[in-house]
Every structure is written in C-alpha cells, then in structure tokens.
C-alpha cells in the first residue's frame, strides 16, 4: 500500500498505517543490532547495539500495547525505507576494511535508523494526540525520548573517539 492510495482516507487509518509501519520496522532492527553490535569493534559501541537491542525488543511490546489501546489488530506492513537503511548500512559494512572505520560506518548507519525513527515516533504522537488518544501518545512517548537518547549517545561516542580513531 503506498502512502497516497486510497486505502488511507483519514487520519485514523494513515495513524494505523504508520503504526503497522514502524512496528515492521522495530521487528527488522531487533534483527539487525545483533549483527551490528557483532560487527564493532569499540567495546562501547558493542556494549549501545546490545543494550539497544533490549529497548527495542521493549519498543515492540510497546507499540502492540498501543494497537490494543486503539482497537486495532497488531499487525506489520513493510517498510522500505528501513529495509533500505539496513541493506545500505550492510552493504557500506562489507566494504569498509579498516575496524576503525567500520565503527564509525555502524554508528552512521544506526543514526540512519534512530532518525527515521525518530521521525515516525514524532508524527505518531501529533497524530494521536489529534485523534484524541492521548492515552497512545503518552506510550508512543517513552519510546521517542529513548531514541534520541540513543541518538544522542552514538554521537558522543562518535565525537568523542569513534571518528577520531578512524581518522587518525
């Protein structure tokens, strides 16, 4: 379904769809970080895609609870452009021969993912604040300020050592 097809006729249903949207997307990053997180070589970065990994499996039950609340099915609709993040992250990956680099190639690509993220999560809660279900929005809440705090740590680690040692 694309976003201007007819089956999005109110607020409500692009709401549903963009529910359904970044549930895909969370179920696809709960796959992803442990790859990730197996890939880095900065003790840290491992230690933020593992941890990460605990909050996101905590986003998924998260966002069902907000299905439950609205009266919907909890249900996934693909997400091309996570797909499209993860498959470019693991394609610029497998290029990058030196660790050091490759650190910081992880942390740009798991940015990629938080911004997208962050973007939807954001949306989400203006939108159900406007459907009246503040009750949706307090959840969908929590699980934004999680992600730009995560955000928010890749890029002090990455100020603050990742880049200047691939850099140097």
Not at 126 to 149: I, M, Y
Not at 150 to 161: C, Q, R
Request: proline content about 2%; glycine content about 4%.
């Amino acid at each position: 379904m694309g976003l201007f097809t007819k089956d999005i006729k109110t607020m409500n249903d692009l709401f549903v769809h963009q529910l359904q949207d970044i549930y895909y997307a969370e179920q696809q990053l709960t796959k992803a970080l442990p790859k990730m997180a197996s890939k880095a070589t900065d003790p840290q970065l491992k230690q933020g895609f593992l941890t990460h990994l605990e909050e996101t499996k905590q986003h998924v039950t998260r966002l069902e609870e907000v299905f439950k609340m609205h009266g919907v099915a909890v249900k996934a609709v693909d997400c091309p452009a996570i797909d499209g993040i993860i498959e470019e992250a693991d394609e610029t990956v497998g290029e990058v021969a030196d660790k050091a680099v490759l650190d910081a190639a992880l942390i740009n690509a798991a940015q990629a993912a938080e911004h997208y993220e962050i973007v939807r999560y954001g949306s989400l809660i203006a939108w159900a604040k406007q459907l009246g279900r503040n009750d949706c929005a307090s959840v969908l809440a929590k699980t934004l300020e999680e992600e730009k705090a995560t955000d928010k740590k890749l890029t002090t680690l990455a100020e603050s050592k990742v880049n200047l040692r691939a850099a140097s």
